[in-house]
């Protein structure tokens, strides 16, 4: 079982890894404080399961997707503090498989691990309390069955689409935000098939209309770039 760690935290890295090396027979490929490092660990090594808190500071929920459509064979346990069960529910739409507390018995988050390797999906008493709790089902958390719902644009394609209507190119984008720039490429596909648009001029409409930026800005920006 090759697997990595993604979080910020080097102290909760630190604990995850003693743990599994002790209990299973497993290696740890690679350790990741940020979305560059954990993209480029995957990039170069191969991975069955990616431990990570998509909530800590160095990474985003829109990196589950990112590596679900890219690596669609990687499974995913989040292991994050106490969450509300929209960002659970979000996690799983994004694509992670399995999903426990940070403060589970090591029992329970050994047991995770070895489920998801399995690509059986696992969650913990109190991730399933706090799910029943919003009168949810898992077996209905699917991507295919949430297809008609309204778009949803997370904060970092909200940045993403600010920048591409100031006139940015990807290059430019990726070094803002310090991602690469196949990582905001990725992104850019992903915003055009949400918003139904074709080209970047889609997306500019809809950062105006949505007053993401002021047509004055996008005007100047334009005066300015001609």
Same mark, same amino acid.
């Given at each position: 079982?090759?697997?990595?760690?993604?979080?910020?935290?080097?102290?909760?890295?630190?604990?995850?890894?003693?743990?599994?090396?002790s209990e299973l027979d497993c290696e740890i490929v690679g350790e990741a404080a940020?979305?560059?490092?954990?993209?480029?660990?995957?990039?170069?090594?191969?991975?069955?399961?990616?431990?990570?808190?998509?909530?800590?500071?160095?990474?985003?929920?829109?990196?589950?997707?990112?590596?679900?459509?890219?690596?669609?064979?990687?499974?995913?346990?989040?292991?994050?503090?106490?969450?509300?069960?929209?960002?659970?529910?979000?996690?799983?739409?994004?694509?992670?498989?399995?999903?426990?507390?940070?403060? /589970?018995?090591?029992?329970?988050?050994?047991?995770?691990?070895?489920?998801?390797?399995?690509?059986?999906?696992?969650? /913990?008493?109190?991730?399933?309390?706090?799910?029943?709790?919003?009168?949810?089902?898992?077996?209905?958390?699917?991507?295919?069955?949430?297809? /008609?719902?309204?778009?949803?644009?997370?904060?970092?394609?909200?940045?993403?689409?600010?920048?591409?209507?100031?006139?940015?190119?990807?290059?430019?984008?990726?070094?803002?935000?310090?991602?690469?720039?196949?990582?905001?490429?990725?992104?850019?596909?992903?915003?055009?098939s949400k918003l139904g648009v074709k080209n970047?001029?889609?997306?500019?409409?809809?950062?105006?209309?949505?007053?993401?930026?002021?047509?004055?800005?996008?005007?100047?920006?334009?005066?300015?770039?001609?």
């Amino acid at each position: 079982m090759k697997i990595v760690l993604a979080d910020t935290n080097e102290l909760i890295r630190l604990g995850i890894r003693v743990l599994l090396k002790s209990e299973l027979d497993c290696e740890i490929v690679g350790e990741a404080a940020n979305s560059p490092e954990l993209l480029d660990i995957i990039e170069s090594f191969e991975v069955d399961v990616i431990i990570m808190d998509f909530t800590s500071a160095g990474f985003d929920i829109d990196d589950i997707a990112v590596i679900k459509r890219e690596f669609p064979k990687i499974n995913l346990l989040a292991i994050t503090p106490e969450q509300s069960a929209q960002v659970l529910v979000d996690a799983l739409r994004a694509g992670v498989t399995s999903y426990v507390k940070k403060d /589970c018995s090591f029992p329970e988050i050994l047991e995770a691990v070895k489920e998801t390797s399995k690509e059986n999906k696992f969650f /913990c008493g109190q991730i399933l309390e706090t799910i029943q709790e919003a009168n949810l089902n898992i077996d209905d958390i699917e991507l295919d069955s949430f297809t /008609c719902e309204p778009v949803l644009i997370s904060k970092r394609e909200s940045e993403i689409i600010t920048l591409i209507a100031e006139g940015n190119t990807n290059t430019q984008i990726a070094d803002k935000l310090f991602l690469s720039s196949h990582t905001i490429n990725t992104h850019r596909k992903n915003i055009m098939s949400k918003l139904g648009v074709k080209n970047t001029a889609g997306i500019v409409m809809y950062a105006v209309k949505t007053n993401l930026i002021s047509p004055n800005k996008f005007l100047f920006t334009s005066d300015a770039n001609s």
